[in-house]
Each structure stands twice: as C-alpha cells, then as structure tokens.
C-alpha cells in the first residue's frame, strides 16, 4: 500500500495526519529557519533545575524518596508517550473526553509544556523530518535537537493550525496555556509524602531525568542505531532508547508507519507504551488501537550503513 493510499484511507477515517517529508533542500544549515537565538535569561530556570538534585546531599535521600523517583519517571514517560506522542501528536487511538484530559494532565506534570504545543510542534518534525524546516533535526547539531531547540523564542508558541482537531476542546487549550499547574502540583504532592526529599529526588530528580530521557529520541534516535526501513530521513531503531523510554527507541518504524499505536512491531522489540495501551484498552478506556499493516512490517529489511 503507498503512503498516499494510507494517509487518504487515514483521512477518511477522519485523522489527521503527516504529510509525506518535503525533499531534502537544505546544503547550508546556516540558512534554516531563521530567526532561531536561545533566549539565555529565560533558559536559567531550566538550567538551574538540573542542579537541584544536589541539594539531596543536604536533605539526605530516603527510600521513600527513591520509590517516588521511579514510579513518577515510569508513570509520567508513559503519559508522554502514550498521551502526548501516540494520541496527541498521531491519534493512533480513541479515547473520550474525560479520559482525554486526565491523559493530558498527568503529561503536562512531566514538564515538557502542554500537550497542544508538545504535538503541534511533533505533528511539523514528521512533516518535514530532516529537511529544512525540521525544527529538531540533528543535521544541524547535536545538542540543538536535544534540547537548544526548546530553548528557543521562536517555538515557545503553539502552533495551533497544526492542532485543531484539538483546539476545539477548551479544557485542552486551558491545560496548554497553563501548563505550570500539573507540575507544581506534583512538586507539592512529591514533598508532603516525602519530604524535602521526596521534592528533590521524588520530584526534581525523575523530571530532570524524564526530560533528557524523551530528548533522546529527537537526537540519538537520528543518530544512532539500525535503519530497517528507507525512510526519506535519518530515523534509527535503537533497543537501548527504548528500554529509557517505554517502547519510543523504535524510531525508525515510526516514522514508516507513525499511524500506528504501536512502535516495536516486533514481538521481541520492546515497547512497555503499547503494553500499558492494551491494559486501558482492555478495561474499555482506550478505544481502537490502530495496528501495524502486515505489508509494512514485511517491508523492514536490514540497511547497508548511510541509507
Ligand atoms: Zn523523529
Ligand atoms: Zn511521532
């Protein structure tokens, strides 16, 4: 089946979807997008909180600390990549409205902004991956697709064209406009069950760690790993990212085939999201989980290196 089939079967079914990549332009990077400068002021807070997890040699770390660390990395990577990634960005599955705004709670706690500005940014990575107009390709650096990218005034604002099928939904676009509420919430929650350092390790620590942890896919997963599949980009399949980030590693499958509410399309590839969607979709909260075609997972073959 081409991808133009796909996308119209997929538009008929009312989704929304990527439009195949625009071909790769770009020779000079220093003529993309323009207008890109890291804000420095607006930067220090987010620099600063990576040393937070330091006062924890002042307040000592307790167990209960370190349970909270786990749990609250597991839980909210998974409201990142079953919420923000899979059904915000992809819509590869339902969900009702009640359910829709917990999901985009829980992922606003994560600290990565709203679920409509995290989306609509996504929904123009798959648009114009590797090209030009990639906001995060790692052509133009390493670190700039990390995380300099983030840092950036020119993408602090939601796109809301790219996101309409969401804007419609005013609790959605109050949650994108203040998504400061999830977070300071939890960082309370986080030190009346554990102190201050349940706040410094339970908190700082797992959302220091939660952040670099999804970045990676917007830059290792462009670097480094196994192309399966000739995608027109740079995507890779990477086991070790998938392990840190709940089944995400399999980036090189998503991006032949982000439609699908699964990325290991392997029964060995790992991917902890999808298991956690079969769970919900089992008790009845997520509805029709769009499945991989055969003919797409037949495709992946093993390329030479530089394809
Ligand atoms: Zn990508
Ligand atoms: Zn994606």
Redesign the pocket.
Same mark, same amino acid.
């Given at each position: 089946m081409s991808a133009t089939i796909e996308q119209g079967a997929a538009r008929s079914r009312g989704v929304v979807l990527a439009d195949p990549p625009a071909p790769i332009a770009a020779s000079d990077p220093s003529q993309w997008a323009p207008n890109e400068h890291i804000n420095r002021r607006s930067s220090i807070p987010f620099i600063l909180l990576h040393f937070l997890p330091l006062l924890a040699f002042v307040t000592g770390v307790t167990w209960r600390a370190v349970a909270l660390c786990v749990a609250l990395y597991v839980v909210r990577m998974i409201a990142i990549t079953g919420g923000y990634?899979r059904y915000f960005?992809?819509r590869t599955y339902r969900l009702k409205r009640v359910p829709q705004f917990v999901l985009a709670f829980v992922g606003t706690s994560a600290a990565q902004k709203g679920p409509l500005w995290w989306a609509a940014h /996504?929904r123009a990575?798959?648009k114009f991956s590797d090209t030009e107009r990639d906001i995060h390709s790692p052509k133009r650096g390493f670190w700039w697709s990390h995380v300099g990218w983030i840092l950036c005034d020119k993408y602090n604002k939601t796109d809301s064209d790219a996101i309409k099928d969401f804007t419609k939904y005013p609790e959605l676009v109050w949650l994108d406009k203040h998504d400061w509420v999830a977070p300071w919430a939890l960082g309370f929650a986080c030190f009346f069950i554990a102190g201050w350092s349940g706040l410094i390790i339970g908190f700082f620590l797992s959302t220091v760690l939660l952040w670099h942890g999804t970045f990676t896919i917007n830059s290792i997963a462009h670097v480094w790993g196994r192309r399966v599949y000739e995608t027109s980009d740079t995507s890779r399949n990477n086991a070790l990212l998938a392990v840190i980030t709940g089944g995400e590693g399999w980036h090189n499958n /998503?991006h032949r085939y982000?439609w699908s509410a699964r990325q290991g399309f392997r029964w060995w590839q790992v991917d902890v999201t999808y298991y956690v969607l079969r769970v919900f979709a089992w008790l009845g909260v997520v509805h029709d989980l769009r499945p991989v075609p055969a003919e797409v997972r037949a495709e992946a073959r093993r390329l030479p290196p530089g394809v």
């Open positions: 990634h960005s992809h /996504h990575h798959h /998503h982000p």
